[in-house]
């Protein structure tokens, strides 16, 4: 009888979790309504995703080696100490929050981001499969996405995890100028901007994916090419201004390690993927350079709108921050103390998180919690900028994501708010050793 291969099957699992990690289907526990109106950020579930990763530490749990633990807990690892903190401090605000149910719910997310990052740490994985896994879940993403703006319509699947997003219904993502109203590129996402995000590091890992495939076959490098053209066509249809700048920043810093360290062959195959995307620019906005002019344009009704609110959820967060410094309104209690202090009877899923990740962190954990996360971010990346004086070509990539990551975090919240954006966020800093 073959002995079972239970490393095999571990990672067998923990592949699964990263191609379902875009994929939304939920098993609704609680749902808010207030005036008939569901209220999104007091709603929550269980992801199919998250379950697949409670299996996967819970098999890593079977064979847990208790002196590799502590090894890693000693002192010369801060950053774990740090993190554990972080998770205790999220919990502890259970204490004080308004919804304790909902700010559990989410720290118990942070613990499954936690406990994933601490194993992804001591484990070694096979990053080429994990970009290419990622890069095929984001390819069959980018396909819905673009069917969705061509054919300006969208449906809903509950087996998937999505809803449909009429462009005549007020809440929907769209742009808008003299022709109507233009749906924006969804996929199987919540927002076109978590889309964004998320094409925008599948992006990156398929460059690294493809940089990589010195020993393929021709026809390997072809189909990644592929998949990386839809992927950033599907980009461009989203709209999304922080995941296009971020995916800027990272694309540009890769081509200018290749030219800084004379990288010929790595500029080599830079320059054949550019001259794709720039290919794909270039037909994009000849078809599209009037609502791509609107998107730009802070004369746009739609536009114009958005930036006032993004005005007033800063001035909001701040008010939350100066009431709460210390300890914060509570692990994913944002939304729910902003509909608790409202005066002017706001429609309920107006209540929106602040499109500042730093400034959402700091009005939910206060200064202790806030301060926390930025050592966490420090001590994980701190090594990072050595990409340009060492000869370590891999390393731009990370350097390329966490470019991402950051334009995230100043200008968007989902990579905190939403399940697959945390879960994402903990496996890249899994990921990134030094």
């Avoid at 502590?70 to 740090?82: C, D, E, P, Q, V």
């Avoid at 076109?192 to 021709?218: C, D, T, V």
């Avoid at 509570?330 to 500042?356: E, F, I, M, R, S």
């Amino acid at each position: 009888m073959k002995k079972i291969n239970f490393q095999k099957i571990k990672n067998s699992i923990f592949y699964l979790f990263i191609f379902c990690l875009p994929w939304q289907t939920i098993f609704l526990l609680r749902e808010t309504f207030i005036e008939n109106e569901k209220f999104q950020y007091a709603s929550f579930g269980i992801y199919s995703f998250e379950i697949i990763l409670l299996l996967w530490i819970i098999l890593n749990l079977f064979r847990f080696d208790l002196d590799k633990f502590k090894r890693y807990f000693s002192k010369k690892n801060i950053l774990a100490g740090i993190i554990f903190l972080f998770l205790l401090w999220s919990f502890l605000s259970t204490l004080w929050s308004d919804d304790k149910y909902l700010s559990f719910y989410f720290s118990l997310k942070l613990f499954l981001g936690a406990m994933m990052f601490y194993l992804i740490q001591n484990h070694s994985f096979n990053i080429k499969k994990i970009a290419g896994i990622f890069l095929l879940s984001s390819f069959l993403q980018s396909i819905l996405g673009i069917g969705q703006f061509i054919f300006q319509s969208s449906f809903s699947s509950k087996i998937l995890g999505f809803s449909a997003h009429p462009a005549w219904q007020g809440g929907t993502s769209v742009l808008q100028n003299d022709l109507g109203r233009w749906l924006r590129a969804y996929g199987g996402m919540p927002h076109p901007n978590i889309l964004g995000g998320f094409l925008a590091i599948s992006l990156i890992l398929g460059i690294f994916l493809y940089w990589k495939m010195e020993n393929e076959k021709k026809i390997s490098r072809i189909l990644v090419l592929i998949a990386l053209a839809l992927n950033f066509t599907a980009l461009l249809a989203t709209f999304s201004r922080s995941a296009l700048l971020g995916f800027l920043l990272g694309f540009l810093s890769i081509i200018a390690y290749s030219v800084l360290k004379k990288q010929k062959i790595f500029f080599r195959k830079m320059f054949s993927i550019f001259s794709v995307f720039g290919a794909i620019f270039i037909i994009f906005f000849a078809s599209y350079s009037e609502i791509i002019f609107s998107r730009l344009s802070d004369k746009s009704r739609l536009e114009n709108k958005s930036l006032n609110e993004r005005v007033e959820q800063i001035s909001e967060a701040r008010s939350i921050i100066k009431r709460n410094f210390l300890l914060g309104v509570g692990a994913g209690n944002y939304t729910v103390n902003l509909y608790h202090n409202d005066l002017k009877n706001t429609p309920v899923w107006k209540h929106q998180p602040v499109h500042n990740t730093f400034l959402l962190i700091f009005s939910e954990l206060g200064i202790v919690g806030i301060f926390i996360f930025m050592a966490i971010l420090f001590l994980s990346f701190r090594s990072i900028g050595e990409v340009f004086n060492k000869n370590k070509t891999d390393r731009i990539f990370f350097l390329s994501i966490f470019a991402i990551i950051s334009i995230s975090f100043l200008f968007d919240h989902w990579l905190w708010t939403s399940s697959s954006g945390l879960l994402l966020f903990w496996l890249l800093l899994g990921l990134y050793k030094e």
